[in-house]
Structure formats: C-alpha cells, structure tokens
C-alpha cells in the first residue's frame, strides 16, 4: 500500500491540472501524462528492491516464500513493473486501475471506521502509509520529468 | 480518460483522503487507570538507575538480569471462561531499530538490553524499551506452542531458523515509552507507550497504551559478594483484534506484565 496507494490522487491531479492540453502532442502536459505510467513503473521497481534487500542475504525458497506472506497482493503489486514495456505504457488508465486495488484497502478500512468496527489507531497508521504513498509517487513522477528533460537537452545537443 | 470522469474520481480521492485525514488527526482521550486509594500520599525516593555499558563488577551500572525475569501474558480462553497464560521466552530491553531487525546466533542476548534508564523522582528522565521474540511463547503445550500459535500470531516457527533469534519484524513486538508520571496516590509510575507488533496486519501497527509501571526498591544481597538489586513491573493490556488477530481461542483483551529484575554485579 506505501507503494501504490497514492497513485490515483497523483494520476487524476495531472489529469486535472493538464486538462485538454493533454491532448496536444508535444506539448508538456501531454508528456507529463505519458511519463506517469513510468512513475508507476519506477515505484514498483523500487518495491522490488525492497522485497530483494529484506530477502538479502539469505535467499532460500523459504526465507523467499516468507516475504510473500500476501502472497497474492504482493505479486499484484510487481506485476506494475510491466509498465516499462512501451505497449503498456501507452495506455496511462491500465496505471489507474491497478493502483486503485491497493486504494482500495484504505477506502475499506475508512468504512470499516465509520461503522464502527475497527480501531482509530488503525486509520491513523494507514493514512501516515498513504501519506508516505503521495511523497513517494509525487517524487517518482519528479524523477522521471527530469530524466525526461536532460535527456531532451542532451538529444537537442547533439 | 474523458476529462469528466477524471474530475469525478478527482473529487472522490480527495473526499476520501480527507476524511482519513480527519480522522486520524483527532486523538482519543486516554485515561490513567484508576488509583488503589485516596488516602495516603506517597513521595518517590531519590535513586538513579543507568545501565551504562553493563560492565561485569561496576556497581553504577545496572544489568538486565534475564534470567530471573519474565514477560507474561493471559487472557481469557475462548473470551469467555478460565485464563489462558503463557511467557515469552526471549526478550530484552533495546530499541530495536530497523536495521536491527534481522537474525541473531543464539544463544546469549542478542541486542544489549541499555535502553532504558530509571529515576525515581525525574519523570522525565525515565523511559524504556522492550522487546518480545513472539514465536518464543510459552504457554507449556508444544502443540500449541509450534502450531496454532504461531499462524494465529502471525510469525514463523523457531524451527525455521534454528540456532537463531528472531528479530524480523513479522516475529518482534516491541513498546518505546513517551511518558512516565508519578502517581502520588499509589506511589506507582503512569507509563504512556507505543505498542508496535505487525501481528497478522500486512505492516507493524503503533498503537499508544497506557500501563502502570512499579518500581520494586532496591534491596542488598548479603553474601560474601553483596550487590544490590531492584525490579520494575510494567502491567498493561491491549486489544489484539487491533494487531489483525481473529482467533477465537483468545479473549478479545491481552494482559501482559513485564517484571525485569536488575543487578549492580
């Protein structure tokens, strides 16, 4: 969830703040929407790393199948590192929807609260994960405007 | 996406998000337990507790005296009839950081037990921390022990690392004090901590408890070797439904009591 959750409040602000200048190739904005799906990609790569440095160094099948104690989630959550193949990446909204699983968890406990049935210190730690999730996807989107600026100067250069 | 919809999944994140916010930016009330009596006002003494670098022979360093201590839990069996009790087998008093949170060689302690401090009238000198290994529970069945235990708290055998301790974060749960108060009333000490167990939650969960915290005064051994000693007693109790524990075995009510001797030897 600390990955992907702040995904789709990330994805649907560059929408907004685009607008219909996403439409028009070449400018900023459109670029700015196809690089999201390369943010989403670079999170999930660095989850990855997370996954191998808490493997690190005992990388037995046991130890391995120890990480993966949601199993299922967690293999959802690397399948987002098909993103960096282009014909993925093409289609920005395949981004949206699998980060809106994991959001989905969050939404999940918040109603859970409001009938009353879970913990306020359970809200408390999920919005600090969610929080950490913003800061995270904002910065990977960052990340990937800059890379995509320098290596526009650098191609110009030449 | 049409630009329509977008502002509609806009809206609906953002409504969303911000009622977590405002949840969690409100705090529950917490109370201190009640007081044994009204009647006799106690003062706190002036003894100074530091384990230092837990020096063999240096009797200003106090040590964590493993051996002769216990971290005990109960709870109701099946939530409605007799206690069910048990221990905890490993456990220290170092503030487990994240990068220390791996494998130990057993045996032997395998953080130094230096994180905490005691004075008896400075309550804002006072603080501690502790650990648990939660797959060292003990609760006098093996089958339990080595089977239902330890899917139902959500960790792994000790058999699965054999000759090591534990101390991942799906087998650790640690409490960090934020505040110790003096209560005049009992003579005991008001202790405010974070819980922090991943239990059967996909992440460790901080949850704030309140216990009571009892200084046991120090007392000498004679011998021909005299040394002193002193306990502490840290009793408090905490909701295990919170930390993603569903089984039914167990009363919705944890109590646990911590009682750590220490030695000046």
Redesign the interface.
Known sequence: MAFFAGYPLIYTIVFFITGKKADSKGSFANRLVKLLPYAYALSATLFLGLIIRNIYPDYSLKNISEQFQNSYLRIFGLLAILFWIPALHRKPILSLLHSLVFFFFLLKDIILHITSSTSHEVIINDMKIYTDSLLLNSATLAFMVFIYTISGILVNKK | ?K?LS??T??VL??L??G???I??C?H?NSFPPPAATTGTKYTPGTGVFLPGNLTAGNANEWKMDKAHSSCLWQTNYIGAAGLLTGRFNQFGMHEVLTSEMT?YPAPGQPLKDTSWAFYENDDSKTFFNGYVQINTSNTGEPGRDTGCNIGNL?T?KIS?YPGQYNLQV?NLAKIKSTNIAFDPTTGDYIATFILTWQGKL??P????LTGRLKYIKRATIAGTAPYDVFGLQLSFQF?C??FGVTSTSVGDKIEIECNMNFNNK
Do not use: C, P
């Open positions: 996406m630009l977008n502002k999944l806009l994140l953002i969303v998000s009622y977590g916010y949840i969690s409100t529950d494998l959500g792994v699965n799906g996909t992440s969960l901080a949850k704030t909701n439904r919170d």
